[in-house]
């Protein structure tokens, strides 16, 4: 019983820690976004003039609304392509279904570094060269197979025998979709859409090899801005990214009841 109590309190010691390691760096951020000191010094003076000069420069505003318009486009490309992909995948069998299923991985496994390049070869190979749009195609093709792969995962609790029923009753495949498979897999359609925003909106690299000047994504504009010289203005505006980001999980979560209900 001694070594039993010894053990849970270890584990919920460890818990507690990884759990300090994970968020203590994005709350010393959050607290310095309202610093007053340029440079981090204490005693801490509170402050929200960071957050008012943020809304003054343009540059990195203009970054914010890219990765956000190239995210939330890329978003619904890919719910719908993925999805429509995934109801192919598990309905139908065709010569070349395994090995199809199979090349949806390499690209989550392939380093970002050489997805990059090779997309900039290949975009500048066919004349699309770098911009905005070439990002949202690269943002595309990397985040489409984490909802591939969320939905043909969700697809794999689902009942056809539900289907058959609803077939049996008359309705046509569009009515089947649409009342039966679709409610069932929503959650992981959610969960897929979810990824492909994170996926898009945190993309570095990519974003970073395809970008130009004066057309740049957060992630480029962060990794230029603290190569000339860091500004709490980064801290503010990763504050509020981050403060939104965490209550969308939340009321996702809480609607769509991702952990199961007890």
């Known amino acids: 019983m001694a070594t039993t109590r010894i053990l849970e309190w270890l584990g919920r010691i460890y818990v507690w820690l990884l759990l300090a390691f994970l968020y203590l760096p994005i709350i010393i951020m959050a607290l310095m976004s309202f610093n007053a000191s340029p440079f981090y010094q204490l005693p801490f003076e509170w402050t929200t003039d960071w957050y008012a000069s943020l809304w003054q420069n343009d540059q990195l505003i203009s970054a914010t609304w ?3 318009k190239i995210a939330v486009i890329t978003t619904i490309i890919c719910v719908v392509l993925g999805t429509a992909a995934s109801l192919a995948l598990y309905r139908y069998e065709f010569r070349g279904k395994k090995l199809l ?3 949806l991985f390499p690209p989550i496994a ?3 570094l050489i997805t990059g390049t090779a997309m900039l070869i290949f975009f500048f190979g066919i004349g699309i060269g770098r911009g905005l749009f070439a990002i949202l195609l690269g943002h595309v093709a990397l985040a489409l197979p984490y909802v591939i792969v969320v939905v043909s995962a969700r697809l794999q609790t689902f009942a056809p025998e539900l289907e058959e029923a609803a ?3 008359g309705a046509n495949q569009w009515l089947v979709t649409n009342r039966v498979t679709l409610p069932w897999i929503m959650p992981g359609v959610i969960a897929g859409g979810l990824f492909a925003f994170a996926v ?3 993309q570095f690299v990519v974003s970073y090899f395809l970008s130009t000047p004066g057309q740049t ?3 480029v504009e962060i990794y230029a801005a603290i190569r000339k010289g860091f500004t709490p ?3 503010a505006v990763s504050t509020i990214i981050i403060v939104v980001s965490m209550a969308l999980m939340l009321l996702t979560a809480r609607f769509f ?3 199961g209900e007890k």
């Open 110 to 112: 392939i380093p970002w």
């Open 257 to 259: 009841k991702f952990g």
């Open 101 to 103: 299923q199979a090349l």
């Open 167 to 169: 077939r049996s009753l």
């Open 200 to 202: 898009s909106f945190d």
């Open 233 to 235: 203005e980064i801290n």
């Open 66 to 68: 890219n990765s956000l």
């Open 217 to 219: 994504t957060l992630p």
